[in-house]
């Protein structure tokens, strides 16, 4: 079958195209025929090893396909990458039905960005109705499905940040309220200027001083959710006393961890996200379509910061 490899660890340049054996399902695994691919910026953190779980070489990246297995279209989270390939091994539990009526983009953009999205502001941030929420990266994978699930959930002013006027205006198309630049020199002003006050919940995925400063404009009993780090620079370690100043709280959030919650969290996530689909309440966002053989052009221009929404591989070009 036709893969794409990783024989040491880089940036987009060590993704090289490759044959390689079909793999064998074994016990409670399934085999997914793969029609789309989902680009993910872990991808681009396995790829150099530097995401939470370890990579080992040789790596086929990728943690999320839809196709069909058994006659049966699905979408998958992998265990450990494989999903850079015509044909990948899902485990059972993580393997879920596609209903009628969402389309390959969909399906793909619900599995990780959306479910992120939705325990962020749920699990996290405990959003309450009428609560100011920050969306950092508003326009990419997770921001675009958050900004329309906070105002579909009541928050009182929604406030995104993204990099250029086209990024904000999609923003502000997706229910945002007002949409700042994402590289203003005190992000603690402009977001005070924005909502009129401290603002109550933040989703940050940049890190640095956006995180810094982002901590610095919540109100109090705000909540800041951290879940990436794009910037690929550390916030300033955190003094727990200084949380007291405004009873503040900050949390982290790894997608796998959700699978050891009691219940089915993650299932319920994605069914309730289809649903609102399927409603016309929610829509995915695309990226751009790349061919399998050119998953490095896809890494380059995700970790360029300049795209939106979702990216996918073709496995069949």
Do not use: C
């Amino acid at each position: 079958m036709r893969a794409v490899q990783v024989t040491e660890f880089g940036g987009p340049e060590v993704l090289t195209p490759v044959e390689l054996p079909d793999p064998v399902a074994g016990p409670g695994e399934v085999l997914v025929d793969v029609d789309r691919i989902g680009v993910n910026y872990a991808d681009t953190h396995q790829a150099e090893n530097s995401y939470l779980a370890p990579s080992k070489l040789p790596l086929v990246p990728g943690g999320e396909v839809v196709g069909t297995s058994d006659g049966k279209r699905v979408v998958a989270l992998l265990n450990g990458g494989g999903g850079y390939a015509e044909k990948a091994v899902a485990p059972e539990a993580t393997t879920f039905p596609v209903p009628d009526g969402i389309d390959d983009l969909t399906a793909l953009s619900m599995l990780v960005q959306g479910t992120t999205a939705w325990i962020l502001l749920k699990k996290n941030a405990h959003l309450a109705k009428g609560e100011s929420v920050v969306v950092h990266a508003a326009a990419g994978g997770v921001g675009t499905v958050a900004v329309q699930l906070a105002k579909a959930w009541g928050a009182g002013r929604v406030i995104a940040t993204a990099s250029s006027d086209e990024k904000r205006a999609l923003a502000l198309e997706l229910g945002a309220d007002v949409a700042i630049d994402s590289r203003a020199e005190d992000m603690t002003e402009a977001l005070l200027d924005a909502n009129g006050r401290r603002v109550d919940i933040v989703l940050d995925m940049v890190g640095g001083k956006t995180t810094d400063q982002s901590i610095a404009a919540l109100a109090p009993f705000g909540r800041l959710a951290f879940y990436g780090m794009a910037g690929r620079e550390s916030p300033k370690p955190v003094e727990l006393r200084n949380l007291l100043g405004h009873s503040t709280t900050i949390s982290g959030m790894w997608l796998p961890h959700v699978f050891r919650l009691p219940g089915n969290v993650f299932g319920t996530a994605l069914t309730e996200l289809f649903d609102l689909v399927l409603a016309g309440k929610l829509k995915a966002i695309p990226g751009g379509e790349y061919a399998l053989s050119d998953a490095r052009g896809a890494h380059e221009a995700l970790r360029s910061r300049k795209t939106v929404g979702k990216l996918l591989l073709d496995p069949a070009k």
